[in-house]
């Protein structure tokens, strides 16, 4: 399945056209059109490089946004003809901003990663990007799924010395993966020629000539620490906000799993103490990964780093347009559900953005409504004291009490607020706040809650629904989610023709 | 002056065993009190927000009014010392309360959002209210006429009780409000306010002709039940506290 063909996105060349029509639009369209970039078809990531240019001709201010989102994908391994036109335009406009944007970067990028001593603290704006670094989102097939075509290739990690990796490369297994059974998700022949021609220089094509490409070593310990029968990487690295993350392919007593395999970014600080707090984190995922709605643990460890392996996930919340009215609904009241689940076992996410509401992106019909499933559950609690937290958290979404510790722990009335927030993308597709970091703070810290209403027509008593959740002070949020969940599935029963 | 009191028992209505519970209600409703107190006390200390420091501080105020009752009945059961003028103590803590209720409802409800309407009676009704309190407790103090003192205290607590009640019920029926801490927090200060508020009314039933020895024994079951009303508040109290 393409990405522009995947649930609850707008077609293609109509989301550019929209943005031709009125410019003024492409502030929140921005996310949608850089993805775009990645798109299979020639004539929409041209399209997308147009409608980006238009966009920053027309919203001067976005210029550092675009700074950032495409000098990522010029700095890929594959960089794309489009994304550079893109960056060229806006380069040559705004010669200022982006030198400016990208002294930032390279300062950003020199200091991190830093040891954040400060609990409970959003100290600088570097809002969560969604795309950025996930090319493969929205449009991964997983091996075995069938309905391929044209070459693509499988990675495994080819230290001989570990017994599972060399089941992984066993060719009667390597079969389950590779040829024409396996996915294209990466669409490597279309994307990087060079890979491809690299690929064909094995004869089982299961071995790596591309560094770039490469797994890391770490991944050799990880199989041989894994419960997993085999485990083959699929796809290249991810750089996620918690993780390096490949997509792999495990077995398990003879099942094939889509796995994401994560390995966790290590502090240069305090390192022994992150290990066991994120040991302890994972544990408490895996003690709730029980339910629909959230991400299942298959295994984690903490050999040469912590990793874990998780059910693989295709795209976020972050990744996705603004979503018809039925399905914004489905998606609350079930992030809700899962949320609620969290709580009566005693977990609290503390993390839940746009980017933390994953999808399998596995679909036979493409008008299937895809349940969103939590991912990283409990980890922004130890990951915050080591990192950056505003890299992990988008401060769009993040609620009072991160900005102040005035308003309280971080703990279930977080939730709320977080989940009050991606309630408001949902049904409006913008984010609640935006804006530099200093203006998002402020007016988390004193603006009443933003109403959906005030954005597009929304169910009645939707409104009461996002005001509660995400009021400033605790007193004022729902008590439990569970308050909020029957609310939302009251609203869609209602909605219901 | 305090030297001319005397300690030893002060029979309530003159009947022992009346005077038994009366003191463990006392005792109850003293200790009970001073927990709710030192949790809303502790609340203000760790909310630190502006909105939020006249909604803690008023609920300490609740807290004191019924540990200063109870500590003044124990007083006149265990001494010598009279203190009629506790009933203004209770009228106080029962406008209190009335008064929290609606600073609840106001907080959740801002002016001027849907559905906020017009959230209780206005800042005259108050004074009056503080007025008719100071009023009650001269009163019993200088020994005014029992009736009529009776009947204000007992008029006054209805008022009260009505306009706490009908903030109150307005609140926990308000779409903007359920489901949420405050809405808990309403419907759990509702019956401290209905049995707290029956104790000063039960004394329009002495005014009605009713003994007063039978009133006493009324007014000792609310007491109880105010005490324990006020425990389960109390809860709330600690649990919005562990999140901040």
């Known amino acids: 399945m393409s990405e522009d063909a995947a649930p609850g996105r707008d077609e293609p060349i109509a989301s550019l056209l929209a943005v031709f029509d009125d410019p003024s639009t492409g502030r929140r369209r921005l996310p949608g059109l850089v993805g775009k970039l990645d798109a299979d078809a020639e004539s929409v990531r041209l399209g997308a490089a147009w409608a980006i240019c238009h966009v920053a001709a027309h919203l001067p201010d976005t210029a550092a946004y675009l700074t950032r989102r495409l000098a990522d994908r010029i700095d890929d391994e594959g960089p794309s003809l489009e994304a550079e036109l893109a960056f060229d335009y806006v380069a040559a406009r705004y010669p200022d901003a982006v030198a400016e944007e990208l002294a930032a970067m390279e300062t950003e990028a020199e200091s991190r990663p830093r040891y954040w001593p400060v609990e409970g603290s959003l100290a600088r704006a570097n809002y969560h990007r969604p795309a950025v670094g996930e090319r493969d989102v929205g449009r991964t097939r997983l091996a075995g799924e069938g309905n391929s075509s044209g070459p693509q290739r499988v990675y495994t990690d080819d230290g001989s010395s570990h017994d599972r990796l060399q089941r992984g490369t066993d060719p009667a297994a390597g079969d389950a993966v590779d040829g024409d059974e396996a996915d294209d998700g990466d669409d490597v022949s279309s994307e990087r020629p060079d890979a491809r021609s690299a690929s064909s220089k094995d004869s089982d094509g299961q071995s790596i000539s591309d560094a770039g490409w490469q797994p890391a070593d770490d991944i050799s310990s990880v199989v041989a620490d894994s419960r997993f029968d085999q485990l083959t990487v699929l796809a290249k690295r991810r750089r996620g906000r918690y993780a390096d993350v490949y997509r792999t392919m495990g077995v398990l007593d003879g099942e094939q799993l889509p796995v994401g395999l994560s390995l966790y970014h290590r502090p240069s600080q305090g390192s022994e103490a992150f290990v066991t707090a994120i040991d302890e984190r994972l544990a408490r995922w895996a003690g709730v990964d029980d339910h629909d709605n959230v991400v299942a643990v298959y295994d984690w460890g903490l050999d040469s780093r912590p990793w874990a392996a998780t059910e693989h996930m295709g795209f976020s919340l972050a990744d996705r347009d603004r979503l018809e009215l039925s399905e914004a609904l489905f998606n609350a009241s079930e992030l809700a559900g899962a949320v609620a689940h969290l709580h009566e076992n005693g977990v609290v996410h503390g993390g839940i953005d746009p980017g933390n509401v994953v999808y399998s992106g596995n679909v036979i019909d493409e008008d299937e409504v895809q349940p969103p499933l939590l991912d990283d559950v409990g980890l922004l609690h130890v990951v915050r004291n080591y990192f950056d937290p505003t890299e992990r958290l988008d401060p769009r979404y993040a609620a009072p009490e991160y900005f102040d510790r005035r308003f309280g722990r971080i703990d279930h009335a977080t939730d709320v607020y977080h989940l009050g927030a991606l309630v408001y993308l949902l049904f409006t597709g913008d984010p609640p706040y935006d804006g530099e970091y200093g203006r998002i703070r402020d007016r988390v810290l004193t603006d009443p809650p933003p109403r959906p209403s005030d954005v597009v027509a929304v169910p009645d008593g939707l409104d009461d629904v996002v005001t509660k959740a995400m009021a400033r002070q605790k007193l004022q949020r729902y008590e439990m989610v569970t308050h909020m969940e029957q609310e939302l599935r009251r609203i869609a029963t209602e909605d219901e023709p | ?244």
């Open chain 2, 1 to 244: 002056m305090i030297a001319a009191v005397e300690l030893g028992l002060d029979l309530v209505g003159g009947n022992p065993n009346l005077t038994f519970i009366f003191f463990i209600a006392l005792v109850l409703l003293g200790v009970l009190g001073l927990r709710f107190t030192f949790y809303a006390y502790r609340n203000d200390r760790a909310a630190d927000l502006a909105g939020q420091e006249s909604l803690w501080r008023t609920l300490a105020f609740v807290g004191v009014t019924a540990v200063l009752f109870a500590l003044l009945g124990v007083v006149d059961i265990v001494s010598s010392l009279q203190t009629p003028y506790r009933r203004g103590v209770m009228l106080a803590h029962v406008l209190l309360l009335a008064l929290v209720l609606q600073s609840l409802y106001r907080n959740s409800v801002p002016t001027g959002t849907p559905g906020s309407g017009a959230v209780g009676p206005g800042r005259p009704f108050w004074l009056a209210g503080a007025l008719v309190v100071v009023g009650v407790t001269a009163g019993t103090a200088w020994n005014a006429d029992h009736h009529a003192v009776a009947a204000l205290e007992g008029i006054a607590a209805l008022a009260f009780l009505a306009v706490g009640f009908v903030v109150g019920r307005r609140g926990t029926s308000a779409s903007r409000v359920q489901g949420t801490v405050v809405d808990t927090l309403l419907r759990h200060l509702l019956p401290v306010l209905l049995f707290a508020s029956l104790i000063p009314i039960a004394e329009l039933a002495v005014v009605a002709g009713l003994d007063q020895v039978v009133v006493l024994h009324i007014q000792v079951v609310f007491v109880i039940m105010t005490a324990t009303a006020l425990m389960t508040a109390t809860i709330k109290l600690r649990q919005n506290l562990a999140g901040l």
